[in-house]
Nanobody, 120 residues
Framework: QVELVESGGGLVQPGGSLRLSCAAS????????MTWYRQAPGKERELVAH????????SYPDSVKGRFTISRDNTKNTVYLQMSSLKPDDTAVYYC?????????????WGQGTQVTVSS
């Protein structure tokens, strides 16, 4: 049974930090690229960080670059999102995503999401 379970969300003041975790099970984690997305009320889902399967390359949109860091530990089947200098605009449900494409076949999994609220 495939599972992606996010944790670490919560309420934080502007300028604060949070570390999200996403624990994977039921598939070969080290073969999958991992991505964190977020979705705020009334807005489309937005990519916030991506990491390759071995962790050698990461990418971020300008909206979070320099503030968010994605990392992974393939021995623990876990991907992390370290968020700092948080702003109210970062308030959203954060989801982790696992994806792997081999030839014409793509497998993709989603977690259930964790709420991050940035407010004073």
């Amino acid at each position: 049974q495939v599972e992606l379970v996010e944790s670490g969300g919560g309420l934080v003041q502007p300028g604060g930090s949070l570390r999200l975790s996403c624990a994977a099970s039921g598939f070969t984690f080290s073969n999958y690229r991992m991505t964190w997305y977020r979705q705020a009320p009334g807005k489309e889902r937005e990519l916030v960080a991506h990491i390759t399967s071995a962790g050698g390359s990461t990418s971020y949109p300008d909206s979070v670059k320099g503030r968010f860091t994605i990392s992974r530990d393939n021995t623990k089947n876990t991907v992390y999102l370290q968020m700092s200098s948080l702003k109210p605009d970062d308030t959203a449900v954060y989801y982790c995503n696992a994806i792997r494409t081999v030839g014409a076949t793509t497998r993709e999994y989603w977690g259930q999401g964790t709420q991050v609220t940035v407010s004073s």
